[in-house]
């Protein structure tokens, strides 16, 4: 390189730095000719680093001013990211509030629907197959009657259990402690003064669905009815010709229904303490009753082999038959359907749209005797689970059984049986369906024809556990 062109270099280095700063030009200034190669080198260092220095000294004022920059921005985002956070908590919310009234409207139609059904008489909840069956030895036997069982009933707050016997005193009891909370002892002949109770076999009650009244029937042609609260006596029914055997109140109100071996079925309004009217038509001693919110109620007509259906207001009645014996017991399961049981054995499901049974099972509970002289095994009790398909029948054949109904109450299948030694004389499920409550004696309700003496005369409260549901989806 010639000494012209460094120099120019050299000058142009010089601008150069200059231009960058003071601090370069002073320095070279200040350099002796006779190190001017040096400084050569050592100035292009000095503005190397006088330069990089300068430039890492600008940056943070830059740095700064793009950090306040960026602070507003995040501030604005932030507003930014709260309004869409506060919109999607809105949005989730109202999903939320949509979900919860679909839900309810859900609940609300599921409900109008089963109250339709249950009007109609075609509610069937299916809990039979989840019924389990208990261990004898959870089975509570409460013991106080002296003679045989022949009805019970429970509050419809199953907090108590009322039982009446052939030693025709009526106990109440508590259903958690099983303690006796109350008893009406048997009237004694010729004692003045007493308080009004029974002097003959009891045979059936009823309470009312608001657990104000109690009613009960004897052998006597009497109806007495009671304060279920305090059972103190109010007021004594007569009009029977003969024993009261069923009773029942129309749910949801005090109207009372009894019927009697005299062959008719009265009507009561219990509240006034007042006679309405006597319906006729059995032609045999009828032998139990029962009644639901229409008004009308239905009888087992006993020997006369018919089940009727009466229209209160109507002063009219539906006949069906179906059993070859005698009609002893019966019970509604909804508006529309029932089920009975009769000493031939069977157990009959009807509808009331068919005269005849939608399903007969013959031979519920077995045959019993010797070889060739068999005979089937009474059916003394039945008892149904209110708009449901579970049914219970009892017998003296050492057990009550429970029934499936099938769909459309067309079918009667065994789930299982519970081991009761004893006439089961009285059977009744609990409002909720969390237990069972079995009459057991060593004589049939009606009559002596047999006696088992191994049985005892006692109230078994029968748990039914149900088996847990398996997980929706499984």
Same mark, same amino acid.
């Given at each position: 390189?010639?000494?012209?062109?460094?120099?120019?270099?050299?000058?142009?280095?010089?601008?150069?730095?200059?231009?960058?700063?003071?601090?370069?030009?002073?320095?070279?200034?200040?350099?002796?000719?006779?190190?001017?190669?040096?400084?050569?080198?050592?100035?292009?260092?000095?503005?190397?680093?006088?330069?990089?220095?300068?430039?890492?000294?600008?940056?943070?004022?830059?740095?700064?001013?793009?950090?306040?920059?960026?602070?507003?921005?995040?501030?604005?985002?932030?507003?930014?990211?709260?309004?869409?956070?506060?919109?999607?908590?809105?949005?989730?919310?109202?999903?939320?509030?949509?979900?919860?009234?679909?839900?309810?409207?859900?609940?609300?139609?599921?409900?109008?629907?089963?109250?339709?059904?249950?009007?109609?008489?075609?509610?069937?909840?299916?809990?039979?197959?989840?019924?389990?069956?208990?261990?004898?030895?959870?089975?509570?036997?409460?013991?106080?009657?002296?003679?045989?069982?022949?009805?019970? #009933?429970? +509050?419809?707050?199953?907090?108590?259990?009322?039982? /009446? %016997?052939? @030693?025709?005193?009526?106990?109440?009891?508590? $259903?958690?402690?099983?303690?006796?909370?109350?008893?009406?002892?048997?009237?004694?002949?010729?004692?003045?003064?007493?308080?009004?109770?029974?002097?003959?076999?009891?045979?059936?009650?009823?309470?009312?669905?608001?657990?104000?009244?109690?009613?009960?029937?004897?052998?006597?042609?009497?109806?007495?009815?009671?304060?279920?609260?305090?059972?103190?006596?109010?007021?004594?029914?007569?009009?029977?010709?003969?024993?009261?055997?069923?009773?029942?109140?129309?749910?949801?109100?005090?109207?009372?229904?009894?019927?009697?071996?005299?062959?008719?079925?009265?009507?009561?309004?219990?509240?006034?303490?007042?006679? #309405?009217? +006597?319906?006729?038509?059995?032609?045999?001693?009828? /032998? %139990?009753? @029962?009644?639901?919110?229409?008004?009308?109620? $239905?009888?087992?007509?006993?020997?006369?082999?018919?089940?009727?259906?009466?229209?209160?207001?109507?002063?009219?009645?539906?006949?069906?038959?179906?059993?070859?014996?005698?009609?002893?017991?019966?019970?509604?399961?909804?508006?529309?359907?029932?089920?009975?049981?009769?000493?031939?054995?069977?157990?009959?499901?009807?509808?009331?749209?068919?005269?005849?049974?939608?399903?007969?099972?013959?031979?519920?509970?077995?045959?019993?005797?010797?070889?060739?002289?068999?005979?089937?095994?009474?059916?003394?009790?039945?008892?149904?689970?209110?708009?449901?398909?579970?049914?219970?029948?009892?017998?003296?054949?050492?057990?009550?059984?429970?029934?499936?109904?099938?769909?459309?109450?067309?079918?009667? @299948?065994?789930?299982?049986?519970?081991?009761? $030694?004893?006439?089961?004389?009285?059977?009744?499920?609990?409002?909720?369906?969390?237990?069972?409550?079995?009459?057991?004696?060593?004589?049939?309700?009606?009559?002596?024809?047999?006696?088992?003496?191994?049985?005892?005369?006692?109230?078994?409260?029968?748990?039914?556990?149900?088996?847990?549901?398996?997980?929706?989806?499984?």
């Amino acid at each position: 390189m010639s000494a012209a062109a460094a120099a120019r270099k050299r000058g142009r280095s010089a601008s150069g730095a200059g231009a960058g700063g003071g601090t370069g030009k002073r320095r070279r200034k200040a350099d002796s000719a006779g190190d001017r190669g040096k400084s050569k080198g050592g100035g292009k260092m000095n503005e190397e680093i006088s330069s990089d220095s300068e430039s890492e000294s600008l940056p943070p004022r830059r740095t700064e001013e793009e950090d306040e920059e960026e602070l507003e921005e995040t501030a604005q985002e932030k507003k930014l990211r709260l309004a869409k956070l506060y919109l999607e908590q809105l949005r989730q919310q109202e999903e939320e509030k949509a979900e919860a009234r679909a839900f309810e409207e859900d609940q609300v139609a599921g409900r109008l629907k089963e109250d339709v059904l249950e009007q109609r008489g075609r509610l069937q909840k299916s809990v039979a197959k989840e019924i389990q069956a208990p261990a004898p030895a959870d089975i509570r036997v409460l013991r106080g009657h002296q003679l045989s069982i022949t009805c019970v #009933v429970i +509050t419809p707050d199953d907090s108590a259990i009322f039982s /009446a %016997a052939k @030693d025709c005193t009526i106990i109440k009891w508590s $259903v958690e402690s099983g303690r006796k909370l109350h008893v009406i002892p048997r009237a004694k002949k010729g004692a003045e003064g007493q308080p009004p109770s029974h002097s003959s076999h009891i045979l059936c009650m009823a309470i009312s669905s608001d657990g104000k009244y109690l009613a009960s029937g004897d052998r006597s042609k009497l109806i007495l009815i009671w304060e279920a609260q305090s059972c103190r006596h109010l007021y004594t029914f007569t009009g029977h010709r003969d024993a009261v055997s069923g009773l029942a109140f129309r749910r949801g109100t005090h109207q009372l229904y009894s019927t009697s071996h005299d062959r008719s079925v009265k009507v009561w309004n219990v509240a006034e303490n007042s006679y #309405v009217e +006597t319906l006729f038509g059995h032609q045999d001693a009828v /032998a %139990a009753l @029962d009644a639901l919110s229409r008004e009308c109620c $239905v009888t087992a007509g006993g020997r006369d082999g018919t089940v009727r259906v009466w229209k209160i207001p109507e002063e009219s009645q539906l006949v069906f038959y179906g059993h070859q014996g005698s009609i002893d017991s019966i019970q509604l399961i909804n508006e529309e359907h029932m089920v009975s049981g009769a000493d031939d054995g069977s157990v009959a499901l009807w509808g009331l749209s068919k005269k005849r049974p939608l399903a007969l099972q013959r031979e519920a509970h077995g045959l019993r005797g010797e070889p060739g002289l068999e005979q089937p095994f009474w059916v003394s009790s039945v008892a149904a689970l209110l708009n449901t398909d579970l049914v219970a029948t009892g017998s003296h054949s050492s057990c009550v059984r429970l029934w499936q109904c099938g769909e459309g109450f067309r079918r009667l @299948d065994p789930l299982c049986d519970i081991p009761l $030694v004893g006439f089961i004389n009285s059977l009744k499920f609990s409002s909720s369906g969390d237990f069972l409550v079995a009459g057991v004696g060593q004589e049939h309700r009606l009559g002596r024809w047999w006696r088992i003496r191994e049985a005892r005369n006692s109230i078994c409260i029968i748990p039914l556990h149900r088996a847990p549901r398996p997980p929706a989806g499984s």
